[in-house]
Every structure is written in structure tokens, then in C-alpha cells.
């Protein structure tokens, strides 16, 4: 009843301003009430309250009760390098893949610490330790300054270890990022390929259509197609409604955009790297290890296990939690 509920309230935020902004504050209030919550009883709360489903912990066999296994077990100090968007960059380089990294315009700690007139007409401005705080600058058509500082401060506050229990973001210092923007004159929207990455290995490509709005932040209704690893299109949904898989084509360089995901992806049982194609030029955009925070509906169901097969929880990368 909880799960339905949830479901229709965040239908309703998707549709309303208000709404989405009474669901925001709400949300908030009750994560910082839950604080106190051990991360195992947070786990199965948020499953049940997301899924409907009760969380196997002891013998997980789905894909998203591997993930929030691997949430409560897995303290390689890796994840937390790779999951800040800044440090993540030095990561890149390390293997020998600076030339993917997009420009950086700048770092600050704080939101009235950005120059704004020294920036270019364009940029993408996010922070570097959570989901979904971003926004595009544009000279032409500015922003409120106010309400930019207002928000992006009050964000930097936020330890987003607490709305998932995402070990991996809890020890992150928050920092804002403007980036160049990236367009692809090829497509009306820049489009996102999720490589989903099992040991190290390609299994499926979730490519991600209009995941921004106009003004850069993000787009409730973005849809998303699922691929095989040859981009065969598979009848699969996971959190999103499908595209009209005409709409795009494999991109250019393909195969090295593979290569690149799991040379990315090597160390870890199993992450998500996204990477952007712009005219055939290939930019990293971050890793994600806990897709949809092991909360998005996998349809058909039966795909909710096969991709778990694919997770060796006891393999010997997956440094475990001391006891």
C-alpha cells in the first residue's frame, strides 16, 4: 500500500512545481528523521517502500538486492574516488584516458565563489557529490544568481550518503563543477550510454533520451531504451518508459566507447559507466554503482535476476566491511 502510494505521490511531483517541491521538503525531513537507522534496517525500509518487495540479504539473487548487498558490504576506498565527480577525473587519467575528460572551467566550495562573468557563454554547472543538482549557465538568457547560490549551497550541506546509504558518497567533500557543454548537432538531445559493467565486462547498454531540460536540470521525463552489448534493442524496461527506437542509431565508434567502459569498470564487481558520443568524439560522464539507488522496477521481472546473476558477491575484489 506504502509502495503504491510513493508511486502515485512521485507521478504527481513529476507533473506539479509545487508538488515536486512539498515532495522535496518532505523527502528531506523524513531522511534526516531516519538518520539514526542502521544502514541494514534503512536497506530493507526503502526496498519494501520502493519495491514492494521484501529484501533478501542472506542469499540475494535479484540485480537490485545485489546492489544494496553490495551497499552494505563493499568499503573498497576506490568507490569513493570514482564517485566524486572531481576526483573521478585523476581516476581517468591514471589509465591513460585524459583525452575523454570533458574541459573543467572550474571548482568552488561555495556557490558565490563562481565568476560568472568570467565564464563562457555556456556551461554545465553540478555538484560533485550527489544526483540531480545541476544546471546550465547561459549568458544570454541568465539564470537568478540568487536562487542559484540559495540552492547550490544549501546542496552542498547535504551528505547524500543519507538519502541511499550510499557508503561511497558519505566521506566526500562537496565541491561545485562547471564544465563545457556538449552538444550533438546530430541529435535534438545530448543522449547518455550507460554501460551496465559486470566484472569488468559489458552485459547491456541503458541509453538514456532528453535526461535534461532546457535549462540543464533534470528531466522526470526522460525515457530510456535497453541494448545487448552488440546494441541489439531488447524488450526491457528498468525505471523508465521506452523511446521510439528509431530515433537513434549506434553511435559512431562504438567498440571504443566498450573498451573504454571496461577499462573503467576493471576493479569493481559491477558499476555503470556513462559516456557521451558527440560527432563521433567520445566524453566520460561518471561511474554509478548502485543504479537507481537498487530501487527501479525491472521489467519483465525475470531480468531482475539474470542481471543479478551476472554479480559475483563473493569475489575477491569486493573488499568487505571489517566485522
Known amino acids: ?31 534526516n528523521s531516519l538518520s539514526w537507522v542502521s544502514d541494514e534496517t534503512f536497506a530493507k525500509m526503502k526496498y519494501k517502500e520502493n519495491r514492494g518487495l521484501t529484501l533478501n540479504l542472506d542469499n540475494p539473487k535479484r540485480f537490485n538486492e545485489k546492489l544494496w548487498w553490495l551497499k552494505l558490504n563493499n568499503r573498497d576506498p576506490l568507490l569513493t574516488i570514482c564517485s566524486d565527480k572531481y576526483l573521478v577525473r585523476d581516476y581517468v587519467k591514471d589509465l ?48 537568478n544568481k540568487n536562487k542559484f547560490i540559495k540552492n547550490f549551497n544549501k546542496s552542498l550541506k547535504q551528505n547524500y550518503y543519507l538519502q541511499s546509504r550510499e557508503w561511497n558518497y558519505k566521506d566526500i567533500k562537496p565541491k561545485i563543477i562547471v564544465e563545457k557543454v556538449l552538444e550533438d548537432k546530430d541529435n535534438s538531445s545530448l543522449i547518455d550510454y550507460k554501460f551496465m559493467c559486470f566484472h569488468g565486462e559489458v552485459k547491456l547498454l541503458f541509453v538514456d533520451y532528453e535526461t535534461a531540460s532546457k535549462d540543464g536540470t533534470h528531466n522526470p521525463y526522460a525515457t530510456r531504451n535497453i541494448y545487448d552489448k552488440n546494441f541489439n534493442y531488447l524488450d526491457v524496461k528498468v525505471g523508465r518508459e521506452h523511446f521510439d527506437k528509431f530515433l537513434i ?38 561511474i554509478t554503482f548502485y543504479h537507481g539507488g537498487g530501487n527501479q522496477k525491472i521489467v519483465p521481472d525475470e531480468w531482475d535476476y539474470k542481471m543479478g546473476n551476472w554479480i559475483n558477491i563473493e569475489s575477491s575484489k569486493i573488499k568487505l566491511k571489517s566485522k
Not at 96 to 117: C, M, S
Not at 126 to 138: A, D, E, F
Not at 249 to 274: G, Q, T, W
Open 1 to 31: 500500500m506504502i509502495h503504491n502510494l510513493k508511486n502515485k505521490i512521485r507521478e504527481l511531483s513529476n507533473k506539479n512545481r509545487l508538488a515536486r517541491n512539498i515532495y522535496s521538503i518532505a523527502n528531506t525531513v523524513k531522511v
Open 96 to 143: 591513460g584516458l585524459e583525452h575523454i575528460l570533458n574541459d573543467l572551467y572550474g571548482v568552488y566550495e561555495r556557490a558565490e565563489d563562481i565568476d560568472f562573468e568570467e565564464l563562457p557563454d555556456q556551461a554545465f554547472i553540478k555538484t560533485n557529490h550527489g544526483s540531480g543538482t545541476n544546471i546550465l549557465w547561459n549568458k544570454e538568457n541568465p539564470f
Open 249 to 286: 542509431s549506434k553511435p559512431k565508434k562504438y567498440k571504443k566507447m566498450i573498451e573504454y567502459a571496461e577499462k573503467l569498470s576493471n576493479p569493481f564487481p559491477h558499476c555503470r559507466v556513462d559516456l557521451y558520443n558527440v560527432n563521433g568524439q567520445i566524453f566520460f560522464g561518471e
